[in-house]
Structure formats: structure tokens, C-alpha cells
């Protein structure tokens, strides 16, 4: 983040605040006394709010943190945070190798009363809500995606307000609908989405929206492209595909893709989407005009990506094989984001074009692929 940029308009800020007798939006998060939860439920837990100084390395809980991007996060976390100041919580047994790399919890978000017990107990400062069931396997079974998309994010919300938590929740392109603008798509526009992935990430990012002007939650929310990463498996999403053409295009060089070839949708290499996190967590209040931003860094279709890839690997024989669920959300989606807010208010930028993500994947990929080999 453009560090100077970020000083001077922190400056203006508090300039404009004194001028106009305001206060900082930091100092409303400070002062939360009641939650909506113990409120109505009479829970007789004692209120308090972690008070967290910018100066001290906060504690961070990451909530399904065995998915696709959470085991990243952690690793870049913990390297800026220290080891035991980032604990990963899921369902899932975790592999041995995460296991063994630091701090790692059950936590279900559907048990209020355990997850508030790990925030307690570990004096947690951010909680970084990464549980979900995306797109694809949400139509697969909307129950479950209801419970955990809404239910869950209910009990994660509740227990941020009552304890003073600087809240992450990410949404996504998946967020809009067939009549929103979809070339680009803005920040602020009609929301009319028709996955329960979907209507389960407006309502988060609308009840976050909720919790942070009516009681001061510090809630943060980016919507997130397509996340295209090497070394972990996506969870059933609709833009997967861009992650299986690179292992199948080393493994067999012949990739069987689901959405049409002329299918655009805006993507991201993992490492921006872990950056871009860390940096909006990081950015102080003031610069933030809205709490859920679009972030992007790419858009192509899957023609394009294959064309791509075939400029290191010419002998990838790629067919089409429409998946018809996944193509009507796909067709549904943006295939422009607009992220230009995220640049003016807290200098996001992408490091990964089209070209520079390919050449990353395929050394990934490859080079593990050598080693399993050899082996
Ligand atoms: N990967 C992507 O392309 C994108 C991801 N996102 C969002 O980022 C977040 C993380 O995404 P991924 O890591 O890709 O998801 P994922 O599907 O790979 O992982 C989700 C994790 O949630 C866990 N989970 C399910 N039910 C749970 C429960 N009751 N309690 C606790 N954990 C539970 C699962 O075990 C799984 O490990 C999600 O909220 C997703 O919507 C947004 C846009 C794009
Ligand atoms: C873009 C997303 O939110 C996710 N990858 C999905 O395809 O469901």
C-alpha cells in the first residue's frame, strides 16, 4: 500500500474530523456496550470488548480455514503476525503438514457458544470468517448453504459486536445477479443474484453493513474474483475450472472444461487475494468510505486461458463438456469488476495479469509434479 498516500489522507481525515467536532469511526468500534445477542437472549456471559492498540499485533482466528484459501492466509499471517498469534478452525481433520505448521482449532460456526468460548479464551482480536459453501455445491444442497452462509454468519456476527472483533467476511462476484451491469460491474448496483451462494453473501455483506452503523462492529468485506491458487483445491465453485486446466494440462495435456469457451469472468491469482485482505484488515478506518469493496485483476474466458496455456504446453487438447448449472450462475455473473474504489481509498493493486499467473501455476505445478515423480 502506498504508505505515504495512506499518512496524508489519514491526516486529512483527522484534520476534517476536528474541523467538524466529529469523531473517528475507530472510536465508535471502542465503544460497543451491549450486542443484539445478549440483548434479546438475557446470556448471562460478561460483556467486554478486546481493546486491541494498533501497536500490538492482533490475534487472529481464521473460521474454515481448510478451504482453498484459508491455509495461505494463515502462512502469510503468521509470518507478519508470529506463529501463535493465528489460529485455523474448521470441521475437517486437518493434514499433518498444517497441522504441525502452528495453532489449529475445531471450531463450528453453527455452535455459537463454542465458537464464543475459542474468542474468548484466546483472546482474539480479528476473526477472518472464511466458512462457506460455494456456488456450486450450495445449488447441490441449499439447506445446508442456507445454515451455514446465514446461520453461521448470524452467530460470527453477534460474536464480533460483543467482543470488540475487527471482522473479515468475504463476498464475491457471485454476489450480483443476471440484471446487474455486468461489463464492468460497480461497487454499488442492483443485487439480484440467483444462487443461495449468492443471496447468503448480499445478506452478509448488508448485515455487516447493518452491525457496523448501528453498533460499531469494525466489519470489512471485499468481494472476491474467481481465486486461482496451485497448491490448494477449490471447494465447488463455479469458476474452478481455471484451476483444474493448470494440473490437467501438466498431469494428462487434455483438460475437459464445463462453462463455454466465449465465458468471461473476473480472476485473481491467490497471492493478491491474501494481500488485498491483509491490506484492507490493516487500513485505517478512516480511509475506508464503504466496508464492502470489489476488488479485481483480470478477466478472461476460458479460450483465452487456454490459448495461454498453450503458449507453454502447444500440445493441451482442451474440449467442452457444459456443465448446465455452473453455466447459468457463470452467465449470471460480472465479467468486468469495477475495483476502482479499492485503488482510490486504500491503493489496492494487483500484482497478476493473465500471462504472470500462468507462468506461476505451471512452475508450481510442474515442479510438483517432478517431485512426485522422482519419488
Ligand atoms: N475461492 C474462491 O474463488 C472465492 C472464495 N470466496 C469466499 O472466500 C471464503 C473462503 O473460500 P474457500 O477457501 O475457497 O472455500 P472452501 O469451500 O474451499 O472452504 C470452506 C471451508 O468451510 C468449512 N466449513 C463448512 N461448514 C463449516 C462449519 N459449519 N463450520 C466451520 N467451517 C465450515 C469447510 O470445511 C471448508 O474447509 C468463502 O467465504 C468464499 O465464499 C469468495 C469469492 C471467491
Ligand atoms: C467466485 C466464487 O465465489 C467461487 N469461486 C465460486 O465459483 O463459487
Redesign the pocket.
Known amino acids: 500500500m502506498p504508505v505515504l498516500r495512506v499518512l496524508s489522507r489519514v491526516a486529512k481525515q483527522t484534520l476534517l474530523a476536528h474541523e467538524c467536532g466529529c469523531q473517528p469511526l475507530a472510536v465508535a468500534v471502542r465503544n460497543i456496550s451491549f450486542s443484539p445477542r445478549q440483548v434479546t437472549s438475557g446470556s448471562d456471559a460478561s460483556f467486554h470488548s478486546v481493546s486491541f492498540s494498533e501497536t500490538d499485533h492482533p490475534k487472529v482466528l481464521i473460521?474454515?480455514?481448510?478451504?482453498?484459501?484459508?491455509v495461505g492466509l494463515a502462512k502469510m499471517l503468521r509470518r507478519r503476525f508470529g506463529k501463535n498469534n493465528v489460529i485455523l478452525?474448521?470441521?475437517?481433520k486437518p493434514p499433518s503438514n498444517v497441522f504441525h505448521s502452528g495453532p489449529f482449532i475445531y471450531?463450528?460456526?453453527?455452535?455459537y457458544k463454542n465458537l464464543r468460548e475459542i474468542v474468548v479464551n484466546n483472546r482474539i482480536t480479528w476473526l477472518v470468517?472464511?466458512?462457506?459453501?460455494?456456488?456450486a455445491?450450495g445449488e447441490a444442497n441449499v439447506a445446508?448453504a442456507r445454515?451455514?452462509?446465514i446461520t453461521?454468519l448470524h452467530n460470527v456476527l453477534d460474536i464480533a459486536a460483543e467482543h470488540g472483533l475487527r471482522l473479515f467476511?468475504?463476498?464475491?462476484?457471485?454476489a450480483f445477479g443476471p440484471t446487474s451491469p455486468r461489463n464492468p460491474t460497480p461497487d454499488l448496483c442492483i443485487q439480484r443474484p440467483r444462487t443461495i451462494?449468492g443471496v447468503s453473501?448480499v445478506h452478509?455483506e448488508l448485515m455487516g453493513e447493518y452491525y457496523h452503523h448501528r453498533y460499531g462492529l469494525d466489519f470489512r468485506c471485499?468481494?472476491?474474483?474467481?481465486?486461482?491458487?496451485a497448491d490448494?483445491?477449490?471447494?465447488?465453485?463455479t469458476?474452478?475450472y481455471a484451476v483444474q486446466i493448470f494440473h490437467d494440462a501438466i498431469k494428462t495435456g487434455r483438460f475437459e472444461c464445463n462453462l463455454k469457451p466465449d465465458t468471461r469472468l473476473p480472476m485473481?491469482y491467490?497471492d493478491d487475494?491474501l494481500r488485498a485482505t491483509l491490506e484492507v484488515m490493516e487500513t485505517p478506518a478512516e480511509l475506508l468510505t464503504m466496508r464492502t469493496y470489489n476488488i479485481n485483476a483480470m478477466s478472461f474466458t476460458p479460450d483465452e486461458l487456454a490459448q495461454e496455456v498453450q503458449k507453454q504446453l502447444p500440445d493441451l487438447h482442451v474440449k467442452y463438456n457444459i456443465d448446465s448449472v455452473r453455466q447459468a450462475i457463470a452467465d449470471s455473473w460480472p465479467m468486468n469488476f469495477d475495483d476502482s474504489n479499492a485503488r482510490n481509498d486504500w491503493g489496492w493493486k494487483h500484482d497478476y495479469d493473465l500471462p504472470e499467473l500462468c507462468q506461476t501455476m505451471l512452475n508450481f505445478i510442474g515442479a510438483e509434479t517432478r517431485m512426485a515423480q522422482a519419488n
Open positions: 473460521t474454515g480455514g481448510l478451504g482453498q484459501l484459508g478452525s474448521d470441521i475437517r471450531a463450528d460456526i453453527l455452535d470468517h472464511y466458512s462457506a459453501l460455494l456456488s455445491v445446508l445454515a451455514v452462509n453461521g467476511v468475504p463476498s464475491t462476484i457471485g451462494y453473501k452478509a471485499l468481494r472476491y474474483p474467481g481465486i486461482i491458487s490448494s483445491q477449490p471447494g465447488g465453485g469458476t474452478d485473481m491467490i487475494c
